[in-house]
């Protein structure tokens, strides 16, 4: 047992509101994967790299992460934690580890929120005024509106930001619906050869590498585990379905966009929704715009949400300032919200105004999947070792809970896939991102393993004890289930563990 604990109390320490229903998760995991979103961003470089040989190299690089979606319902099941990832590894490899970690995933998420709000300003400003050449002033103000825009669900607290994804997800379901019929009707007429040509190894590595930034971001929900109703049982589910879903999308929107759209065309092309959309319907470019700028904006809030979460369990440990786990009137951690809305668009003012930093931050936020891929390999190999010998170390965890001989081979292959992947990275980076690509991952590395060490006194792992709504011991209160601070606990441990 550790060697000291300490109660958190409910009543003096703010903390997150248990409000999501796992249908809320489901949601959440779907759109923030951002499908249509993806694709359009996305696409274009695939197709220019390994043309139809997309397709195998999107299948092939999703078994591990799909593994990873059971692997996230294992670890968020026996430790539900708004900072996921790094607190797994917190609790079965050690404090160490998980401080590098803790850096590894704020380097992923961040990265990965400027390159949403630049294109969120560039497809809003195509569907209001097609032929309109903006200024960067008018990009940079377009860019505002979405991050102010996207503080609204973040700020607004767990509920609003379910509600309104809903509805953008719904959005984005429709007209995507439309457009699959529409284009499976016309086939015969829009149709072009499919060739797939002499195997392009290097082409596929950096399709695999692309690829992790679009089969992300089903985790959502394990991040959302103390918001969840029932944390102990519904984080982890939305993810496994989110990941399904993704790949499900992506299976009948790629065959129906390359077969129809000459890949001439589709090769670096900066929409290829759009491009196949105007030979769908020509006389309608609103129909692909507004499901992809609906996508686009739901992935700003809700990358934007694993991040502030993340933070605000840093923050409450003391990783990073304590002002990061301060929590607003809406149980919202506000000021990791600002932080990092406030940091991305600074980023994205720099990149659009200033030439002489636009390629040097370009350069920083393309390593956004680099830092994906090390992020899901971590992960594997904490549940790994959980699945070996790591819950050894765990009394409340007994061997017969554990011989998941499946998952334990899945967590392997993974591990192995993710590593060779982060290798790839580094071989067909330099040519596919720029030369220096290399360093700046090197650097950022070098800058983690400085963090881990600067954070070494940093010794308090809080745990999150939150109760399922469907518990015993919650206490009905008038007629209605006290499902906030009668349902959430934290207790920190000290630096040993048994």
């Known amino acids: 047992m550790p060697e000291s604990l300490g109660i958190a109390k409910e009543e003096s320490e703010p903390h997150l509101r248990q409000v999501y229903h796992v249908r809320d ?7 923030s994967v951002g499908p249509l979103f993806s694709v359009a961003a996305t696409g274009g470089v695939m197709a220019a790299q390994a043309g139809w040989w997309t397709l195998p190299a999107i299948g092939v690089i999703a078994i591990p992460f799909l593994v990873s979606g059971f692997v996230f319902r294992l670890l968020s099941r026996h430790f539900p934690h708004s900072g996921a990832s790094y607190h797994w590894s917190a609790r079965i490899i050690g404090k160490g580890p998980s401080r590098f970690q803790a850096w590894i995933l704020i380097l992923a998420y961040f990265a990965s929120i400027p390159p949403i709000i630049v294109p969120a300003s560039s497809y809003t400003l195509s569907l209001l005024a097609p032929k309109y050449s903006p200024s960067p002033i008018v990009e940079v103000l377009v860019g505002l509106f979405w991050v102010l825009f996207a503080l609204v669900p973040l700020l607004g607290g767990g509920l609003p930001t379910a509600r309104i994804t809903q509805i953008f997800l719904a959005i984005e379901m429709a007209s995507l619906a439309i457009f699959v019929v529409v284009g499976a009707v016309n086939f015969s007429r829009l149709s072009v050869p499919i060739h797939f040509g002499p195997l392009p190894i290097a082409g596929m590595l950096t399709v695999a590498v692309v690829a992790a930034t679009v089969l992300d971001g089903w985790e959502i929900d394990s991040y959302a585990s103390e918001e969840a109703q029932r944390p102990k049982d519904d984080p982890g589910k939305g993810g496994i379905i989110g ?106 003012v720099m990149q659009l105004l200033f030439n002489s930093l636009s390629s040097f931050f370009g350069l920083v936020l393309s390593a956004a999947g680099f830092f994906l891929v090390a992020e899901f390999f971590l992960d594997s190999i904490t549940a790994f070792v959980f699945l070996t010998t790591g819950h050894k170390r765990l009394p409340d965890v007994s061997m017969n809970q554990h011989r998941h001989r499946l998952l334990l081979f899945g967590s392997g292959v993974s591990t192995l896939m993710f590593g060779a992947l982060a290798i790839a990275f580094f071989v067909v980076g330099p040519s596919a991102i720029g030369g220096s690509i290399d360093y700046v991952l090197l650097t950022l590395i070098g800058a983690g393993l400085l963090f881990a060490y600067c954070t070494r006194n940093r010794k308090t792992t809080f ?20 499902r906030y601070a009668a349902s959430s606990n934290a207790i920190a441990l000290g630096d040993r563990q048994s």
């Open 25 to 31: 998760l489901v949601t959440l995991s779907i759109s």
């Open 243 to 348: 990941a399904f879903m993704a790949l499900a999308m992506y299976a009948i929107l790629y065959p129906l966009i390359f077969s129809e759209t000459p890949m001439s065309k589709l090769a670096n092309a900066t929409n290829p929704l759009a491009l196949w959309g105007d030979r769908v319907l020509p006389n309608a470019p609103w129909l692909i715009l507004i499901p992809v700028l609906g996508s686009t904006a739901g992935g700003l809030w809700l990358t934007s949400y694993i991040l502030t979460r993340a933070l605000y369990a840093m923050g409450r440990e003391g990783l990073i300032p304590k002002s990061f786990a301060k929590v607003s009137k809406r149980s919202v951690p506000h000021v990791a919200i600002a932080v990092t809305m406030g940091a991305a668009f600074a980023i994205t």
């Open 463 to 482: 745990i999150f004890h939150g109760l399922d709504a469907s518990d015993e011991d919650i206490k009905f209160r008038g007629g209605k289930r006290a």
